[in-house]
């Protein structure tokens, strides 16, 4: 499974950006979708997971309000809208993908224990760096 994500940039504080998330072989829809951040020196955290079967779930307290994920089936594509950005958000951003049931159903439930050993594939990243 290949994932692409793109959308990444320079941007001042209080600015927005739009992070996408694609795939080529296969329908993001049938999978459980994951964004994660990885800022220098810090573990790789999830920001928000989608599921199959359910909206939208936040995983992370300092995004709440700021960041809004969803998806577009027809184009095959997950999003990250980030709003309102901080010098804190800058890092490196990733898509992740999983068809287990269990995680669907954590991501369901927003569990706050998901995490990146829970999906197995991968996009390569891209960089946000939030800064005047």
């Known amino acids: 499974l290949q994932l692409v994500e793109s959308g990444g940039g320079l941007v001042q504080p209080g600015g927005s950006l739009r992070l996408s998330c694609a795939a080529s072989?296969?329908?993001?829809?049938?999978?459980?979708i994951g964004w994660f951040r990885q800022a220098p020196g810090k573990k790789r955290e999830a920001i928000s997971c989608?599921?199959?079967?359910?909206?939208?779930?936040n995983l992370l307290d300092s995004v709440q309000g700021r960041f809004t994920t969803s998806r577009d089936n027809a184009k095959n594509m997950v999003y990250l809208q980030m709003n309102s950005l901080k010098a804190e958000d800058t890092a490196v951003y990733y898509c992740?993908?999983?068809?287990?049931?269990?995680?669907?159903?954590?991501?369901?439930?927003?569990?706050?224990?998901?995490?990146?050993?829970?999906?197995?594939?991968w996009g390569q990243g891209t960089q946000v760096t939030v800064s005047s």
């Open positions: 992740a993908a999983d068809e287990s049931p269990s995680v669907q159903a954590m991501c369901g439930m927003a569990s706050r224990s998901l995490s990146t050993i829970h999906f197995g594939s």
């Open positions: 072989e296969f329908s993001l829809a049938d999978y459980t």
């Open positions: 989608l599921s199959r079967h359910s909206g939208p779930s």
